[in-house]
């Protein structure tokens, strides 16, 4: 009997390192067959950014499986404020750039108006070989099984383009409602909206009584897998065709 070739794709994980180790320990054995789909958002928030990069970098030598990192907009924003810092981004508390700072350096013993102007300076502390894999990411990946993106299309109602036509920041960025409802056609693996958020307007009333809000989102040919992991959440990854769930709560 011939096996499927399985694809796991796997959400935000924001700087939980404890829970991508959990979730990876409980994915079946993987085969040179396999791949692993990291849908981007590895730093910020929790408390281990840095020791979520190392994992996600050293996995290739550790499994059989293929492992293709993409790009979050936390990456991209990063990468961005490389160049020009932005305040915006930076400071925000809820974007959670002072945790993953606590990460990369010793700062989080400093005042904290030192610790924002380490920020608006991150070439001066941000490691070269971190900027260089993130510069490396890939902004979408597709297979027989799905099209795998951070966080949506470039589009409008039922009307949405191959992520090879559309505009990166869409593919980064996107949290239009017209997607989460007007999307058809091949299956679609998404991060970046925390499920909860995703609306739930295809399901029947009594699904709705049914469903877990915090879970991974299905509707169509979409699927969502960010399910607040470094906001409070958990890790989410599913398999496919099986579309198993794993998690690490």
């Known amino acids: 009997m011939v096996r499927m070739n399985r694809t ?22 993987l085969t040179e067959e396999d791949t692993i789909v990291f849908l ?11 020791e979520v990069i190392e994992l996600v970098r ?4 550790q499994t059989a499986a293929k492992v293709v990192p993409l790009m979050g907009n ?26 993953a700072l606590h990460s990369l350096t010793d700062a989080e013993t400093l005042p904290e108006m030192e610790q924002a102007a380490m ?10 070989s971190v900027i260089e894999w993130m510069e490396s ?34 593919l980064l960025w996107c949290r239009e409602p017209d997607f989460y409802r007007g999307y058809k056609g091949k299956r679609l693996c998404f991060g970046h909206t925390i499920t909860k958020e995703l609306p739930l307007d295809h399901l029947s009333w009594f699904a709705k009584i049914l469903d877990d809000p ?7 040919d979409l699927i969502g897998l960010d399910t607040a992991c470094g906001k409070g959440g958990y890790l989410s ?13």
Do not use: M
């Not at 981007?40 to 840095?50: A, E, I, K, M, V």
């Not at 961005?80 to 809820?94: I, S, V």
């Not at 920020?119 to 070269?128: E, G, I």
């Open 58 to 61: 050293a996995l290739p030598a």
């Open 137 to 170: 990411l890939q902004l979408y990946y597709e297979d027989e099984h799905a099209i795998y993106v951070h966080a949506g299309l470039d589009g409008e109602g039922e009307v949405w383009q191959h992520p090879k036509d559309g505009r990166k920041r869409n």
């Open 119 to 128: 920020l608006l300076a991150p070439t001066k502390w941000f490691p070269p």
């Open 40 to 50: 981007g958002d590895y730093l910020d928030r929790g408390p281990q950014s840095r």
């Open 237 to 249: 990854a599913i398999e496919l065709p099986s579309l198993k769930i794993y998690t690490s709560r």
């Open 214 to 220: 915090t879970d991974v989102w299905f509707r169509g």
């Open 8 to 29: 796991f794709a796997i959400g935000d994980i924001h700087g939980e390192a404890s829970h991508l180790a959990r979730l990876l320990s409980r994915l079946p054995e």
């Open 74 to 99: 936390h990456e991209e924003a990063w990468l961005r404020c490389f160049k020009h810092p932005e305040p915006g981004f930076l400071l925000r508390p809820e974007n959670g750039c002072f945790q």
